[in-house]
């Protein structure tokens, strides 16, 4: 049974950091893009970063870029989310998924495994 377990998530001030961390089991995906995604109330998913498999190539979307740093532990199977200087408007569950493809990918079709989510909720 394949599994991506999020955990690390929480309630933080404005200006605090949280370290997201998501876990998989039931299978490796050394050979698969990794991303991580967030869903505010009333708004898409979007996809906040992601990371190719061997972790050289990297994305992130504008509003996050110099604060928030992805990476991942093949040996371990995790992939993490570091988030510096967070803003109420991080806000959200965040999600990770697993690509079908090893390069990063952009394209939310491309994401085939999906975590539970875990709840980042940013206070001003």
């Known amino acids: 049974h394949v599994q991506l377990v999020e955990s690390g998530g929480g309630l933080v001030q404005a200006g605090n950091s949280l370290r997201l961390t998501c876990t998989a089991s039931?299978?490796?995906?050394?050979?698969?893009?990794m991303g991580w995604f967030r869903q505010a109330p009333g708004n898409e998913r979007e996809l906040v970063s992601a990371?190719?498999?061997?972790?050289?190539?990297?994305y992130y979307t504008d509003s996050v870029k110099g604060r928030f740093t992805i990476s991942r532990d093949n040996a371990k199977n995790t992939v993490s989310l570091e988030m510096n200087s967070l803003k109420p408007e991080d806000t959200a569950v965040y999600y990770c998924?697993?690509?079908?493809?090893?390069?990063?990918?952009?394209?939310?079709?491309?994401?085939?495994?999906w975590g539970q989510g875990t709840q980042v909720t940013v206070s001003s």
């Open positions: 998924a697993a690509a079908i493809r090893s390069t990063v990918t952009t394209s939310l079709s491309d994401y085939r495994y």
């Open positions: 039931g299978r490796t995906f050394n050979n698969n893009a």
């Open positions: 990371i190719a498999w061997r972790g050289g190539n990297t």
